[in-house]
């Protein structure tokens, strides 16, 4: 059985840095392709960051130059850096993992209906 357990989430002004942690398990065969999504409050779930088992990166436009997805395979734990934070990054924040390397999987809609999702992690930034 897959696992996301994400942990992290916290109150910061803006301009504050966060990193949010996701540990996986369950997954017993190759690196497989994973990802954070957010959800803010009345709005639908969206992409954020995306790395591929190759090690490749994709983020969305609203987090370009300010977060950072990373990976750490020898724990099973994968990474979002979240620096210059605004108040619309406000979300409830996503780990997500699929077998499959998705190019696209940021923009699918809704995107919980592919892969494994962890419970979430509340984002709050105030200005």
């Known amino acids: 059985q897959v696992t996301l357990d994400e942990s992290g989430g916290d109150s910061v002004q803006a301009g504050g840095s966060l990193r949010l942690s996701c540990i996986m398990s369950?997954?017993?065969?190759?690196?497989?392709?994973m990802a954070w999504f957010r959800q803010a409050p009345g709005k639908e779930r969206e992409g954020v960051a995306v790395?591929?088992?190759?090690?490749?990166?994709r983020y969305a436009d609203s987090v370009k130059g300010r977060f950072t997805i990373s990976k750490d395979n020898t724990d099973n734990t994968l990474y979002l850096q979240m620096s210059s934070l605004k108040p619309e990054d406000t979300a409830v924040y996503y780990c997500?993992?699929?077998?499959?390397?998705?190019?696209?999987?940021?923009?699918?809609?809704?995107?919980?209906?592919?892969?494994?999702w962890g419970q979430g992690t509340q984002v709050t930034v105030s200005s």
């Open positions: 997500a993992a699929t077998l499959t390397d998705l190019e696209g999987w940021l923009y699918v809609r809704p995107p919980q209906r592919i892969g494994d």
């Open positions: 790395i591929f088992s190759d090690g490749r990166t």
């Open positions: 369950g997954y017993k065969y190759g690196s497989p392709c």
